[in-house]
């Protein structure tokens, strides 16, 4: 089993549209949360942090985190082409190396 | 406000020759500092981690080595590269703080011919 497990896509959804990207971990001791977008040949870009149960909101993106059932997940709101990416899951604990362990992403297709 | 530098940018090597790349972040002290490497279509891979001058942990057994000779300053080497050693190499940062998030340099494409 993957530490950090993603859908690998392509999600494809029509511009204005919510997309929805999951993510699940198996490492119940993680505590931070994290979705970062990449573009193609570029590094990633953190788009949100969630660090406690529920939902976080940021403009059009809101992070959900269950920690019960190891899940995290990313809705983005009035889709644009803009946001077509590879959107990668990570997770870390806050002792020790404190290093993130990523999902293999989930490419996300937004069409005019 | 921090910044992460990387460099070189993109890199073509023959196999058998060294390599060198490395990282510098600016406006922070005493960082965690990682490197990942990201094969094509694929996630990330952490290779190294360093949690203060000198000390590197290593993730996973390989041709790499890392060093940490200042307290922002990383860099990754080897002394002789494969052909497996291409990929998209991450160097990245994280406070010692609880609830922060880790920030990626530029990145270097390594390919080895």
């Known amino acids: 089993q993957k530490e950090v497990e993603q859908n690998s896509g392509p999600l494809s959804v029509p511009e204005g549209a919510i997309a929805s990207l999951n993510c699940t971990y198996s490492d119940r001791g993680s505590q931070s949360f994290f979705w970062y977008r990449q573009y193609s040949g570029k590094s990633p870009e953190l788009i949100m942090s969630i660090y406690s149960n529920g939902d976080k909101e940021d403009g059009r993106f809101t992070a959900q985190l269950n920690k019960a059932s190891q899940y995290v997940s990313l809705l983005i709101r009035d889709s644009q082409p803009s946001d077509s990416a590879t959107y990668l899951c990570a997770v870390s604990r806050d002792t020790g190396r404190r290093a993130l362990t990523f999902g293999s992403g989930t490419r996300l297709q937004v069409q005019p | 406000s921090q910044t992460i530098h990387q460099w070189p940018a993109t890199l073509v090597q023959p196999v058998g020759s060294p390599l060198s790349l490395e990282c510098t972040v600016e406006g922070t002290s005493n960082p965690n500092l990682y490197w990942y490497r990201q094969a094509a279509g694929r996630g990330l891979q952490l290779l190294f981690y360093s949690v203060g001058i000198g000390q590197i942990s290593s993730e996973v057994p390989q041709n790499l080595s890392a060093s940490r000779p200042q307290d922002r300053q990383f860099i990754l080497s080897s002394k002789k590269l494969l052909l497996s050693d291409s990929g998209f190499y991450l160097c990245?940062?994280?406070?010692?703080?609880?609830?922060?998030?880790?920030?990626f340099g530029q990145g270097t494409r390594l390919t080895v011919v």
């Open positions: 990245a940062w994280r406070t010692r703080q609880l609830n922060t998030e880790a920030f």
